[in-house]
């Protein structure tokens, strides 16, 4: 029996907006799917829908496999005063202003990769010459990992945020390695300090009370992971629907920048980063009784925020009619929720739009004749993960 070719993210359809519904996550746990952008905005904002109670002892099971964001001491799993403090350790490097001082070093980063990529015989992976080779570039940068094995760091990656790709040993053997890597690099950096992000971390927990070395350690391994995992996915679906559905576009974004910068958003806006199969939506749980959409969300009950549902809500976007793509250059009409919103909201948004960016515009510059080599129907993807994009794409020019 053969299996149907995985289409592409951006031909997935995106779930009925209506009142909240229930559903149940793939541990067969129920929980309540939004799918409206004032739902989903509300319950990522809303103090009484968290993320540690989630992981409290009596949660019901949110994942078959545990992975990465399955870590109850995680950033991304505490909340209120100390989710704050550990919080403000990190996000000035990762401001707008900030992250502009980057763009000169990212575009020399970008040219060289284009170069490298141009000196192949076509066809070529751009994806192992480009889209994965960028933001990996970048986050070892940015952290001053230099030196270190971009396979290993991808292979920690995949383990880090696996569905079904890995079983519960490989997972744990993996974050145990990844782990005492990202240990030994904090005790490092507290010797010999650099101008990197690892350095100033460890220089703002120590001038924080109660930051633990623990806390410190796993801190470093989800922005190394996060830092370059969604930005590499999104530029390899990027390419996938820009070189196969929308050529116009495509010269459009190489030939000016501003408007690389508008599709940039409406590409984090419309494309997922993976199936919803793995993940219904960003969870929390509510702390007690409260209501969305007019539905009564009992307390400790599992609230699945569906972003992708909420990025094409018709209530706030203009929706493509059946057949068509959207209008990449229009100008926004309600802000994104793909990077979250509320006190969990993406660290790193403003990184990767700007990596999107450049990378895009640069790209399309540079190759205005860039296409696939192969349909789309032939593409390899990155499967078992959270998120998917293609393990390999051929193109020409």
Known sequence: MTTAPLVPLHCLRQAEPGPPRLTELPTGTPAWLLTR??????????????????????????????????????????????????????????????????????????????????????????????????????????????????????????????????????????????????????????????????????????????????????????????????TMTTLGNALVFLLSEDRAAWARIGASREEAGAATEQLLRTIPLGDRSALPGMLRRATEELEIGGVTIPAGAVVAADTFSANHDPAVHTVAGEGEWPDLFAAAEAPTLTFGAGPHHCLGAWLARMELESGLHSLAARLPELRLAHPVEQIEWREGLLTRSPLTLPVTW
């Open 37 to 230: 952008h004032t739902d989903v905005r509300q319950a990522l904002t809303d103090p009484r829908l968290d993320r540690a109670s989630l992981y409290a002892p009596d949660a019901p099971a949110l994942s078959v496999i545990p992975n990465l964001l399955d870590d109850p001491d995680g950033l991304l799993n505490i909340d209120g005063v100390e989710h704050q403090k550990l919080r403000r350790t990190v996000q000035r490097a990762f401001t707008p202003r900030a992250i502009e001082r980057w763009r000169p070093w990212v575009s020399t980063v970008i040219e060289e990769l284009i170069d490298e990529l141009v000196a192949q015989p076509a066809p070529a992976d751009v994806v192992a010459a480009y889209s994965r080779r960028l933001p990996v570039a970048v986050i070892s940068r940015l952290m001053g990992l230099d030196g270190l094995d971009l396979r290993k760091l991808g292979d920690w990656s995949d383990h880090a945020l696996s569905t079904t790709a890995y079983t519960a040993e490989e997972i744990q053997q993996a974050m145990a390695e990844f782990g005492a890597f990202c240990f030994e690099l904090v005790l490092e950096r507290r010797k010999n300090p650099g101008d990197d992000l690892v350095s100033s971390l460890v220089q703002a927990a120590d001038e924080t009370d109660g930051v633990t070395e623990m806390q410190l350690t796993k801190l470093v391994l989800g922005l190394v992971v996060a830092g370059h995992e969604t």
